[in-house]
């Protein structure tokens, strides 16, 4: 599978969605704006999309620059668009961006044997923090609904089944933080939103109050419904315990669950403020 053609294409039916994200853009837009200090002057936006996470013109309220990365710069001028943005000179485009290193490796597993020596090579790319021809420091580093779209990467081409899968998606998850963390400045934040669990396989999702999710979203855990890699718990003890991590935290803040729908489904999405040391 082409991993590149299936994310522009995914961002083409997601397109028209601008108005069923309201309540999660206006979430999302929150975390980054409370993640900022005093002196914040640019944002980098990782795997940026169709921006309709993000309120651009409030962000920019606060932010003197923007930076847009993302595989997709069809979809990224489509959402300056839709936000009347485009060709504005406070926002950067860094695109197109595999921002993991991997999914040209992962595209090429064709077979079994291919898949063993793909598998080694992604492995090892995943071991350094990617470079893809910008090197700007920024004050806030996001990522938001990124993560499980590289995972999903990893596991439409390694079947979860594999006996390596779960370590590609390991070195995977890992990576991604440490190049958060590479890109935020010295006393900057990097703030991960991710879904945890959908309605596809929590039908209670679809019904519950925002109160009662955090209840609700505990019981899944318990029972092991999440998404690959995006148990809040695991998380939390990686930030704890990964060395190539731990050095460079100050603080770690985990927000309560919100809602997003998208299209007929609802999510169950948290985010993790990760300030580093000034």
């Avoid at 309220?61 to 710069?73: G, K, N, Q, S």
């Avoid at 668009?81 to 961006?97: E, F, K, N, S, Y």
């Avoid at 890992?174 to 945890?196: C, D, I, K, N």
């Amino acid at each position: 599978m082409d991993l590149v053609a299936e994310q522009c294409r995914r961002n083409v039916v997601a397109d028209d969605t601008w108005t069923l994200y309201s309540a999660h853009r206006e979430r999302v837009t929150r975390v980054l704006l409370d993640a900022r200090t005093i002196s914040a002057e640019r944002l980098c936006l990782l795997g940026a999309g169709n921006l309709n996470d993000f309120d651009l013109a409030a962000l920019l309220t606060a932010f003197r620059e923007i930076v847009l990365v993302d595989l997709d710069a069809d979809a990224l001028q489509r959402g300056l668009t839709r936000q009347g943005l485009a060709g504005d000179g406070r926002i950067r485009i860094v695109a197109p961006v595999d921002v993991s290193g991997v999914f040209a490796e992962l595209t090429a597993m064709e077979n079994a044997q291919a898949r063993e020596a793909a598998i080694e090579r992604c492995l090892r790319t995943l071991a350094q923090i990617p470079d893809f021809g910008w090197k700007g420091s920024c004050d806030v580093v996001a990522s938001v609904g990124l993560l499980t779209q590289l995972i999903d990467g990893v596991t439409r081409t390694i079947d979860e089944s594999h006996p390596r899968s779960w370590e590609v998606v390991s070195a995977l998850r890992t990576q991604h933080l440490r190049l958060m963390l590479e890109l935020a400045s010295p006393g900057g934040a990097a703030v991960l939103v991710t879904e945890v669990v959908s309605s596809d396989s929590c039908p209670a999702l679809l019904s519950v109050s925002e109160p009662e999710l955090p209840e609700l979203l505990r019981r899944e855990i318990a029972a092991r419904n999440f998404f690959t890699g995006t148990n809040p718990a695991a998380l939390q003890q990686l930030l704890r315990t990964e060395v190539s991590l731990t050095g460079q935290l100050a603080s770690v803040r985990f927000s309560e669950p919100w809602l997003w729908t998208f299209l007929a489904r609802k999510y169950a999405v948290f985010a993790v403020t990760m300030r580093k040391f000034g």
